[in-house]
């Protein structure tokens, strides 16, 4: 977190109890910061380099879209709030040797791209925008926030046949109540705050339920899903994700992993092959049926490398 980000929060934690709107506000500002941009890693750079690019404009950003591999199933790969592209490095040489064209970007005010402000409707947008240019897509793979804009994009705008959520979420409420949790906001202030993300939206808190909750609106019939969540993410609990596997009982495979957090988990094996099985099998694995029945018994928990 940046020195002004740390700021912000103390200044919202400070206001809570004599000024609960004007937290509220702090609250809201703080949860669409962007800054600091993520840099590159050193273990990425190879691969991020190799990328084509292109630039295309979301409300008046400029994004930068990058493109890996020239095979004919295409794979759309969606990074998280203060994330970028070149995160899913591992992945991207994965899919490529796999015979996959592989399109992924950084969103406004993330990255390379341009801009200063975003929020969840970019992302949707610039799925759409892809679909309409490069698709349509073998599978859509997002990541943390990005793995909300996918199940987003999937149920309204860029169908895909198969949907990969890593470190995720179904709703936009899971995020907005770890922010309130770690802000440790009020329940008035929460409530406040919950009231003022809608508003953005042009949305009240249950328009936004009812438009961006994969849980009460599935996935379409017939889409596969792989939820992939870590027991120790402290960024994201799995009680999201847990709720996200039950409601696609019978085409949802849950993988969870144990020891590698929020971000590791994009560089694991076993989160890897978890993806390419999706993508070659076109199923969340080999018969999807029995293994989302024994998931929902006995989830697998696979212990860090």
């Given at each position: 977190?940046?020195?002004?980000?740390?700021?912000?929060?103390?200044?919202?934690?400070?206001?809570?109890?004599?000024?609960?709107?004007?937290?509220?506000?702090?609250?809201?500002?703080?949860?669409?910061?962007?800054?600091?941009?993520?840099?590159?890693?050193?273990?990425?750079?190879?691969?991020?380099?190799?990328?084509?690019?292109?630039?295309?404009?979301?409300?008046?950003?400029?994004?930068?879209?990058?493109?890996?591999?020239?095979?004919?199933?295409?794979?759309?790969?969606?990074?998280?709030?203060?994330?970028?592209?070149?995160?899913?490095?591992?992945?991207?040489?994965?899919?490529?040797?796999?015979?996959?064209?592989?399109?992924?970007?950084?969103?406004?005010?993330?990255?390379?791209?341009?801009?200063?402000?975003?929020?969840?409707?970019?992302?949707?947008?610039?799925?759409?925008?892809?679909?309409?240019?490069?698709?349509?897509?073998?599978?859509?793979?997002?990541?943390?926030f990005g793995g909300l804009a996918a199940l987003?994009?999937?149920?309204?705008?860029?169908?895909?046949?198969?949907?990969?959520?890593?470190?995720?979420?179904?709703?936009?409420?899971?995020?907005?109540?770890?922010?309130?949790?770690?802000?440790?906001?009020?329940?008035?202030?929460?409530?406040?705050?919950?009231?003022?993300?809608?508003?953005?939206?042009?949305?009240?808190?249950?328009?936004?339920?009812?438009?961006?909750?994969?849980?009460?609106?599935?996935?379409?019939?017939?889409?596969?899903?792989?939820?992939?969540?870590?027991?120790?993410?402290?960024?994201?609990?799995?009680?999201?994700?847990?709720?996200?596997?039950?409601?696609?009982?019978?085409?949802?495979?849950?993988?969870?992993?144990?020891?590698?957090?929020?971000?590791?988990?994009?560089?694991?094996?076993?989160?890897?092959?978890?993806?390419?099985?999706?993508?070659?099998?076109?199923?969340?694995?080999?018969?999807?049926?029995?293994?989302?029945?024994?998931?929902?018994?006995?989830?697998?928990?696979?212990?860090?490398?």
């Open positions: 977190m940046s020195v002004s980000a740390r700021l912000l929060a103390a200044g919202t934690r400070a206001t809570g109890t004599v000024a609960p709107e004007l937290s509220a506000r702090l609250a809201l500002r703080l949860f669409f910061t962007t800054a600091p941009r993520m840099a590159v890693r050193e273990a990425d750079r190879a691969t991020h380099d190799e990328a084509r690019r292109e630039r295309i404009r979301i409300r008046g950003s400029e994004v930068v879209v990058y493109q890996w591999g020239r095979g004919e199933r295409a794979v759309l790969l969606m990074h998280g709030w203060q994330g970028r592209a070149s995160q899913f490095a591992p992945l991207v040489r994965e899919l490529v040797a796999e015979g996959c064209r592989v399109l992924s970007f950084d969103a406004p005010a993330h990255g390379a791209s341009g801009g200063t402000g975003t929020d969840l409707r970019d992302w949707v947008e610039i799925a759409a925008r892809l679909q309409r240019t490069d698709g349509p897509f073998h599978a859509i793979v997002g990541h943390s987003t994009a999937a149920r309204t705008t860029t169908a895909a046949p198969r949907v990969a959520v890593i470190a995720g979420a179904a709703s936009p409420a899971a995020f907005l109540a770890e922010s309130a949790r770690a802000l440790r906001l009020s329940p008035d202030v929460e409530a406040r705050f919950g009231r003022r993300f809608a508003a953005r939206f042009r949305l009240d808190p249950e328009g936004i339920t009812a438009a961006y909750d994969a849980v009460r609106d599935p996935l379409p019939a017939g889409t596969e899903l792989l939820v992939v969540h870590d027991r120790a993410d402290a960024r994201m609990p799995d009680a999201d994700a847990l709720r996200l596997h039950a409601a696609h009982a019978g085409r949802s495979r849950l993988l969870r992993t144990q020891g590698l957090g929020h971000n590791r988990v994009l560089r694991a094996d076993e989160v890897l092959d978890a993806v390419l099985d999706l993508v070659r099998s076109g199923s969340a694995g080999p018969d999807t049926a029995a293994r989302a029945a024994r998931d929902d018994a006995t989830p697998e928990v696979l212990p860090r490398r």
